[in-house]
């Protein structure tokens, strides 16, 4: 006799399925209705169909494989056993529920169906046996409801309707006030809607009914929310969803009956305390109806003290279980308590840290665990930015949502112009800064404004990367709204803002809120500060940071920042008083003109260095040379060509004149990187100059100082060469003069495949590589990341693209660059220090990419530093996990 594939397992034994996780195999409500049964929590008994029996079965154009029905026959028999009661009997019915449950909890897979096995004879035998004939005739209009809404897709609002037009038949306000006789009439009322709307009767028997509901379930995963929500949330490798039957327990059959949800402890701020809420003589989805207001859970001491206790044992048994905090569902019948469902509750980032110092003091879990398993990357970055009071958003104007690009919360009154938003800034005003697109002429405002708005771009945009580079919450991309800057206005066809009027910018959601809204300022838990300091016992590899201001460098560092892995030079040129030196540079006619240009420029730049190295004593900065093509200096509209023209005492055919000699058809493949460096050495002369004076003037006053100087855009070699010579040349003639000792590295960005494939010869002549993942991706794609948002949305919804290049590190592809310029490189030089200075530096999953393929460090906004040391030390014990992971089940037989 041929083997018999097990699909349908009873809650209360572990089992194991070749190497399927229990999770993989029952899904997430499923495994942990078995442990919970194993460990002695009160469940109603059950069953689970496995998500093979799902995949199967969708694959088979839902004709069930063989056994299954034999399976699930023995799986109601089994419950039957158990519970006294017999599926459809006429003297003492069961009653079953059936619930979806995938292995990772997601909106979109179906409904609760409950009372399943009614019927018009079973509920005269509820009648019978309860002596209850309005909790029998409740149960039953429910059951119609939700199976005609849930698996018939007969719309709710029908049954709703009824039940409202009943109500006002009868005079009442809400359903409990409805008596038996008129239960018994929605019911026929709830029976002739299903039939109209479905053409057939309802469903007799209850075995046609499980089916029925079993393959709405399964169906349900392909249903197109579940699929939308597993592209956005990043779900991937799942089979599909299992399907849990289990024994109905009644909250509503009379005052000493109930039902509920709470959290072990508080989801927003952490205590140590039940919270939640219940409601007696209701049925579970009562309570997240709004029909009527439930009861905090601290009130169910005082109506039933012992139940309130059993809750209270049942909560701490299930907590030191699964070593988390647990959002539990549970039912009262006739004041016995039974546990529904478990799992772990979703919390604020503050709630998070609290809860996870917590336990470890509570000896609950470890700190390992703590760091590993309770804590996520978002929760930290929710800590570091303003918030939104949450009263503040009830009845809020949305005018439109674009890209969360930077996180936090921005209030401030609409301003169009750079400029005119660092004016108001320095009378004291709070501006949001609105624009089409930024660029780098717009960073002086960008700077001033609380927020930035854009209504093209996308999350690795110029406006984006800089927003998050200083912390300041950005909406980039918003298409709702149209900018008309002539009006001095932006509209969304129904509202419009003018400039000078509120509004307030969500960068955890990309919502643009018309109004003034109020904003809550980070603080620091000591809870926090404890967490952290386990993270950096943990963590492996270094954290840097992306600064080129000492004010970020000091943040940054405050953040536990041990370097800055990116000082992105040109956003130097921009500050008042410096532009149109550069630009002056730009319009040289000859090296003599340029260097007298570059002149002045110098004691800025020194300067710069001077604070930046003084903030970093004694961690190591890297310095990237110029890297943007020389246009990006110089104005484009008419006005400001003419403004600047007369600022530089020049005409304005002139300037007009070396702008259109500028222009490149393609200025990121253009005259940019080490290619301005080679073609006008002195500019890479000046910057070593201020770097190496800057660096010798705080080694003389004693500190401790540990320069880096960066190559950008290499593509072989020889270009690498050049620049080194003339960095080292420059240096040791300043050292040399100075009478001091300077220990200084030359290194180089890798941002081009070409320089990937070339690292061994490169990392000959280099002494660190730091690979800038946004270009790199930009040209292993050959996709711009600004035109890109035009079409990436289409990529992400036909799953041609998993996630956002831009955002995550694409490691098929662009990460093979990297691991292949890590390995080369370090075949010529084994001291090679490697890191990733690109936006990617502070996303987690491209951390824990970094961290595999052996780098020594990531990079990333000062903002995300905290958010970095957690993935990095989380990588460290996700590898260590993996290494001791082994089978914690064993087999069954139904």
Not at 117 to 139: H, P
Not at 243 to 263: D, K, L, R, Y
């Given at each position: 006799m041929a083997h018999q594939e097990h699909f349908v397992y009873r809650f209360g034994k572990l089992h194991t399925d070749g190497n399927k996780s229990m999770k993989q195999l029952l899904g997430g409500k499923g495994a942990n209705l078995a442990e919970m049964s194993s460990i002695g929590i009160p469940v109603p008994p059950g069953f689970t169909i496995s998500t093979e029996a799902c995949r199967q079965t969708i694959n088979n154009q839902m004709a069930w494989p063989d056994s299954l029905e034999e399976q699930v026959e023995a799986g109601i028999r089994h419950v039957e056993a158990e519970m006294g009661l017999k599926f459809g009997d006429e003297k003492d019915p069961l009653l079953i529920s059936v619930r979806s449950g995938a292995a990772v909890s997601m909106p979109g897979m179906m409904d609760t169906i409950l009372n399943l096995?009614?019927?018009?004879?079973?509920?005269?035998?509820?009648?019978?046996?309860?002596?209850?004939?309005?909790?029998?005739?409740?149960?039953?209009?429910?059951?119609?409801?939700?199976?005609?809404?849930?698996?018939?897709?007969?719309?709710?609002?029908?049954?709703?309707?009824?039940?409202?037009?009943?109500?006002?038949?009868?005079?009442?306000?809400n359903d409990i006030d409805l008596s038996a006789g008129q239960l018994k009439e929605l019911t026929d009322r709830y029976k002739a809607i299903y039939r109209k709307q479905t053409g057939h009767m309802f469903p007799d028997d209850p075995m046609e009914q499980l089916k029925f509901a079993i393959n709405a379930v399964f169906n349900s995963w392909n249903s197109a929310r579940a699929i939308k929500y597993r592209k956005i949330s990043n779900i991937h490798g799942l089979?599909?969803?299992?399907?849990?039957?289990?024994?109905?327990?009644?909250?509503?059959?009379?005052?000493?009956?109930?039902?509920?949800?709470?959290?072990?402890?508080?989801?927003?701020?952490?205590?140590?305390?039940?919270?939640?809420?219940?409601?007696?003589?209701?049925?579970?989805?009562?309570?997240?109806?709004?029909?009527?207001?439930?009861?905090?859970?601290?009130?169910?001491?005082?109506?039933?003290?012992s139940v309130y206790q059993e809750l209270?044992?049942?909560?701490?048994?299930?907590?030191?279980?699964?070593?988390n905090m647990q959002d539990i569902e549970f039912t009262i019948q006739e004041g016995i308590l039974y546990i529904l469902q478990t799992r772990n509750g979703k919390r604020t980032g503050a709630a998070a840290v609290k809860v996870a110092v917590d336990m470890v003091h509570e000896g609950i879990i470890s700190q390992i665990e703590a760091i590993r398993d309770l804590v996520e990357p978002g929760h930290i970055e929710q800590l570091l930015h303003p918030q939104f009071q949450e009263d503040s958003l009830k009845e809020s104007k949305i005018l439109g949502t674009g890209l969360p690009a930077s996180p936090g919360a921005a209030v401030g009154k609409v301003v169009f112009d750079s400029k005119l938003a660092e004016q108001e800034a320095e009378k004291g005003e709070q501006v949001i800064l609105v624009r089409i697109e930024t660029s780098p002429e717009d960073v002086g405002g960008m700077s001033s404004a609380k927020g930035i708005l854009t209504s093209r771009g996308g999350m690795t945009s110029h406006a984006a990367v800089v927003a998050r580079g200083w912390g300041k919450p950005c909406v980039a991309g918003c298409s709702d709204i149209i900018i008309n800057y002539?009006?001095?206005?932006?509209?969304?066809?129904?509202?419009?803002?003018?400039?000078?009027?509120?509004i307030s910018l969500n960068g955890n959601t990309g919502e643009v809120i018309l109004g003034k809204k109020e904003l809550t300022?980070?603080?620091?838990?000591?809870?926090?500060?404890?967490?952290?300091?386990?993270?950096?016992?943990?963590?492996?590899?270094?954290?840097?940071?992306?600064?080129?201001t000492p004010e970020d460098a000091a943040v940054a560092r405050s953040y536990g920042a041990q370097g800055i892995g990116l000082a992105r030079t040109e956003h130097m040129f921009f500050k008042p008083g410096r532009v149109n030196f550069m630009r002056k540079m730009i319009l040289a006619n000859n090296k003599e003109e340029r260097k007298a240009a570059l002149a002045n420029l110098l004691p800025f730049q020194k300067q710069d260095f001077l604070e930046i190295f003084d903030a970093m004593e004694g961690l190591p900065v890297t310095v990237r040379l110029l890297d943007p093509p020389l246009h990006e200096f110089l104005p484009q509209e008419k006005d400001e060509i003419k403004k600047v023209a007369d600022e530089l005492d020049v005409s304005f055919e002139k300037l007009q004149a070396k702008i259109n000699q500028l222009k490149e058809f393609n200025p990121m493949l253009g005259h940019r990187g080490c290619r301005l460096g080679i073609t006008y050495p002195e500019i890479t002369e000046m910057q070593t100059q201020a770097i190496i004076e800057a660096a010798l003037e705080l080694t003389k006053a004693g500190k401790t100082v540990l320069p880096e100087i960066m190559i950008p855009l290499v593509g072989s070699v020889e270009e690498f060469r050049n620049q080194r010579a003339v960095v080292d040349k420059t240096a040791k003639a300043i050292i040399e003069e100075s009478g001091q000792e300077l220990e200084?590295?030359?290194?180089?960005?890798?941002?081009i495949p070409r320089a990937a494939i070339m690292a061994d010869q490169i990392a000959e002549e280099a002494d660190f590589f730091s690979f800038g993942t946004n270009d790199l991706t930009q040209l292993t794609f050959g996709f711009s990341r600004d035109d890109a948002v035009k079409f990436l949305h289409t990529y992400l919804s036909n799953g041609i693209l998993k996630q956002?290049?831009?955002?995550?590190?694409?490691?098929?592809?662009?990460?093979?660059?990297?691991?292949?310029?890590?390995?080369?490189?370090?075949?010529?030089?084994?001291?090679?220090?490697?890191?990733?200075?690109?936006?990617?530096?502070?996303?987690?999953?491209?951390?824990?990419?970094?961290?595999?393929?052996?780098?020594?460090?990531?990079?990333?906004?000062?903002?995300?530093?905290?958010?970095?040391h957690l993935a990095s030390a989380q990588s460290v014990l996700r590898k260590d996990t993996e290494e001791s992971k082994a089978e914690e089940l064993t087999p069954f037989d139904l």
């Open positions: 096995g009614i019927n018009d004879r079973v509920v005269e035998a509820l009648v019978q046996k309860t002596n209850n004939e309005r909790f029998a005739y409740d149960s039953y209009r429910r059951f119609i409801d939700m199976f005609g809404d849930v698996v018939m897709g007969v719309a709710h609002e029908y049954f709703e309707e009824a039940l409202d037009k009943l109500k006002k038949e009868a005079g009442v306000k089979i599909g969803t299992a399907v849990n039957v289990q024994a109905m327990v009644f909250g509503n059959m009379g005052e000493n009956s109930g039902t509920g949800v709470c959290f072990t402890r508080n989801p927003a701020t952490g205590e140590q305390k039940l919270y939640g809420e219940f409601l007696l003589n209701a049925q579970g989805e009562d309570v997240v109806a709004g029909i009527r207001t439930p009861s905090p859970i601290s009130e169910l001491k005082d109506r039933n003290p209270l044992n049942y909560t701490h048994k299930l907590e030191s279980h699964y070593k002539k009006n001095k206005s932006f509209t969304n066809g129904e509202v419009t803002v003018k400039e000078g009027e509120w300022e980070p603080t620091f838990s000591n809870e926090y500060r404890v967490f952290m300091d386990w993270v950096g016992d943990v963590e492996v590899m270094s954290v840097r940071t992306n600064a080129e200084y590295k030359v290194g180089t960005m890798i941002e956002d290049p831009f955002q995550v590190l694409d490691e098929e592809g662009v990460g093979q660059f990297v691991e292949a310029g890590t390995r080369l490189g370090r075949m010529t030089n084994p001291n090679l220090k490697i890191g990733i200075c690109g936006e990617h530096g502070g996303d987690p999953e491209s951390i824990d990419f970094a961290f595999r393929t052996g780098l020594d460090y990531v990079s990333c906004s000062p903002f995300r530093v905290p958010v970095a």
